[in-house]
Structure formats: structure tokens, C-alpha cells
T-cell receptor
Framework: AQSVAQPEDQVNVAEGNPLTVKCTYS??????LFWYVQYPNRGLQFLLK??????LVKGSYGFEAEFNKSQTSFHLKKPSALVSDSALYFC?????????????FGAGTRLAVHP | GAVVSQHPSRVICKSGTSVKIECRSL??????MFWYRQFPKKSLMLMAT?????????EQGVEKDKFLINHASLTLSTLTVTSAHPEDSSFYIC?????????????FGEGSRLTVL
């Protein structure tokens, strides 16, 4: 069965510093990986995805993520954090075994960017 | 990106009553929609997969008689919480994708916060 782990409940970063939100996954086939962000009392917004190709994926709002097959990781990164980046971040995985398969989410990591 | 609309955004009801939440894909057709439930400070739990014109597929542990799902058209899925109790209070979020396939991202509604008194 597919699963996603986000080992950190919360990440604290000073504004202007680089940030990393960690994600590791487990699937039996090819992984399709996604990052979403959620602001309070709102739905989820899509940030970026890895399907195939270049391991470094660039997404919305200056975020990027690096797919590492050997470490089964897909960490979210941003070179310079903004206070407005403070939100709840979810990593998700879908196993590419054919058909339309459900998206499984990690537990979420709360990012707090301090001025 | 594609737009998914949920209504109502907030609902308060008395214990024992039923509540219906609507999920609409505004600018695309969605053969499949997904309903998630989110507890405070917790991740999203997939409740069921809603399929247009057929019965929903429920995840293990989700009561299908409690959470009725209807997907009557390619742009509308509804979740009805029947005989609601305080433990059903939660944030419910629907999602959909424009077309089938494993590579597409899901688009989410804004969520519906249910409070059962």
C-alpha cells in the first residue's frame, strides 16, 4: 500500500532564510508526487508535482521540490522564506499502476515563518 | 487552474438532523470526485470516491449509511451526513480532477465546516 511520511509537525524559519519541508514516500510502482498548501479554514492549493523527467520540479510562489528515488524523498524547498508562506503543507502520493488511483496525503507540516 | 466550489462553507445543525454538502466543478467535467474529512491539526482522511452515475466507493471504516454520496452529474457530487451527531463535526473537503489519469493534480473545494450541536 502507498503511504507518505512528513516527519516534522512544524518547521520554524526566519524570514529570508531558506526553508525545507521533508517528505518521504512508499509505493510499489512508479510514484507520482504532489505538494499542496492549506491556509486556515480553506481548501488545498496545488503547488507542484513530480511525474517524470527532471528531478527538480519548480512550482508556484517560488517553491521547488527535489525527487530522490534512492532516498524515496520529495522535499519541498524555497530559497528565501516569506512570512506569507506560513501555512500547512501536505505531501501526497499516487501510485502509477494504471487507472485513476486515489491520492494519499501525509500528516502535514505546519510552516511558521517569523519576521 | 480548475475551479471546484463547495457549499455551504459553514453549517451548524442540531444532533439528529441531516446535512447536505454540495461539490461542483465549475469549469470542467469530473467523472470522479473525492471526499475528504479533516480533523483539527490533522491530515486529510479520504472518505470515499464518488463516481458519476454509479455507487460511491467508501474507504474502510467509513459508514456508507451515515455519509451518503450522490454523483448525479458530471459537475456535481453531494455528501449528506445523516442523523448527525457531535462526533461528525469536522471539516469536509471535496476534490476533483479534469479528466482521468494518474498524473493530474486534484483541485480542491474551499471546504465545509460542520458543527453538530
Amino acid at each position: 500500500a502507498q503511504s507518505v511520511a512528513q516527519p516534522e509537525d512544524q518547521v520554524n524559519v526566519a524570514e529570508g532564510n531558506p526553508l525545507t519541508v521533508k517528505c518521504t514516500y512508499s509505493v510499489s510502482g512508479n510514484p507520482y508526487l504532489f505538494w499542496y498548501v492549506q491556509y486556515p479554514n480553506r481548501g488545498l492549493q496545488f503547488l507542484l508535482k513530480y511525474i517524470t523527467g527532471d528531478n527538480l520540479v519548480k512550482g508556484s510562489y517560488g517553491f521547488e521540490a527535489e525527487f530522490n528515488k534512492s532516498q524515496t524523498s520529495f522535499h519541498l524547498k524555497k530559497p528565501s522564506a516569506l512570512v506569507s508562506d506560513s501555512a500547512l503543507y501536505f505531501c501526497a502520493v499516487r501510485e502509477g499502476s494504471g487507472g485513476y488511483n486515489k491520492l494519499i496525503f501525509g500528516a502535514g507540516t505546519r510552516l511558521a515563518v517569523h519576521p | 487552474g480548475a475551479v471546484v466550489s463547495q457549499h455551504p462553507s459553514r453549517v451548524i445543525c442540531k444532533s439528529g438532523t441531516s446535512v447536505k454538502i454540495e461539490c461542483r466543478s465549475l469549469d470542467f467535467q469530473a467523472t470522479t470526485m473525492f471526499w475528504y474529512r479533516q480533523f483539527p491539526k490533522k491530515s486529510l482522511m479520504l472518505m470515499a470516491t464518488s463516481n458519476e452515475g454509479s455507487k460511491a466507493t467508501y474507504e474502510q471504516g467509513v459508514e456508507k449509511d451515515k455519509f451518503l454520496i450522490n454523483h448525479a452529474s458530471l459537475t456535481l457530487s453531494t455528501l449528506t451526513v445523516t442523523s448527525a451527531h457531535p462526533e461528525d463535526s469536522s471539516f469536509y473537503i471535496c476534490s476533483a480532477a479534469p479528466g482521468l489519469g494518474v498524473t493530474g493534480e486534484l483541485f480542491f473545494g474551499e471546504g465545509s465546516r460542520l458543527t453538530v450541536l
